[in-house]
């Protein structure tokens, strides 16, 4: 939760990649053209670049309104029966989209204090979207949007820069961990970005 919490205050959100605009005809009204705002993040994600879009993130609201589009399913109905109705995965949005991956940021969170009554939200706006460039595998000589650096020369600490201790204690009995995380995530090409602010309403 950690970790999504600096995704979404670092990457997903305005202000941090070189383009970022409010969508003008909101991807829920019927007269959107959402795959045609997405072809306009391609391209220019492109130009600044020179390499393609690899993945897009959507916001819980933006990946319903976009799945259910009229747009969407006139791409995928073909075949489609009322026992075996068309149905939308993510794969397909990508191979329309033309990235390499879709992910639907639906991490939640209970905000409230100790104690307190549960109040449970996304960690992500969910009226969102971005488009990203990374690559497959992280290089110091390979391009990308953003990285998240971690620090290794900790003891105990895996890929991720996360160190994990477990104990147990008879006093209060019980088995203890605690973890430990040492990261930096950073933007390295604010061009590398396109960032689609309120796509639904």
């Given at each position: 939760?950690?970790?999504?919490?600096?995704?979404?205050?670092?990457?997903?959100?305005?202000?941090?990649?070189?383009?970022?605009?409010?969508?003008?005809?909101?991807?829920?009204?019927?007269?959107?053209?959402?795959?045609?705002?997405?072809?306009?993040?391609?391209?220019?994600?492109?130009?600044?670049t020179?390499?393609?879009?690899?993945?897009?993130?959507?916001?819980?609201?933006?990946?319903?309104?976009?799945?259910?589009?009229?747009?969407?399913?006139?791409?995928?109905?073909?075949?489609?029966?009322?026992?075996?109705?068309?149905?939308?995965?993510?794969?397909?949005?990508?191979?329309?989209?033309?990235?390499k991956?879709?992910?639907?940021?639906?991490?939640?969170?209970?905000?409230?204090?100790?104690?307190?009554?549960?109040?449970?939200?996304?960690?992500?706006?969910?009226?969102?979207?971005?488009?990203?460039?990374?690559?497959?595998?992280?290089?110091?000589?390979?391009?990308?949007?953003?990285?998240?650096f971690?620090?290794?020369?900790?003891?105990?600490?895996?890929?991720n820069?996360?160190?994990?201790?477990?104990?147990?204690?008879?006093?209060?009995?019980?088995?203890?961990?605690?973890?430990?995380?040492?990261?930096?995530p950073?933007?390295?090409?604010?061009?590398?970005?396109?960032?689609?602010?309120?796509?639904?309403?």
């Amino acid at each position: 939760m950690k970790r999504e919490l600096i995704v979404a205050t670092n990457f997903f959100t305005t202000g941090v990649w070189d383009t970022d605009i409010v969508v003008g005809t909101k991807w829920s009204a019927g007269s959107s053209d959402p795959y045609g705002d997405l072809e306009t993040g391609m391209e220019t994600i492109r130009l600044e670049t020179g390499m393609l879009a690899t993945d897009l993130v959507l916001g819980v609201d933006t990946w319903s309104t976009l799945k259910h589009h009229a747009d969407t399913l006139d791409r995928v109905k073909g075949g489609a029966t009322n026992s075996d109705p068309a149905r939308v995965t993510l794969e397909q949005i990508a191979a329309v989209v033309g990235v390499k991956r879709v992910h639907v940021a639906a991490a939640v969170q209970n905000t409230a204090g100790a104690g307190a009554a549960v109040s449970m939200g996304y960690i992500y706006d969910t009226n969102d979207a971005l488009l990203i460039t990374r690559p497959d595998t992280p290089s110091q000589l390979t391009a990308s949007a953003a990285y998240t650096f971690s620090w290794s020369q900790f003891d105990n600490v895996d890929a991720n820069g996360a160190s994990i201790r477990s104990w147990k204690s008879e006093d209060p009995l019980g088995e203890f961990l605690e973890v430990e995380m040492n990261l930096d995530p950073k933007v390295t090409s604010s061009v590398g970005g396109y960032f689609f602010n309120e796509a639904t309403s």
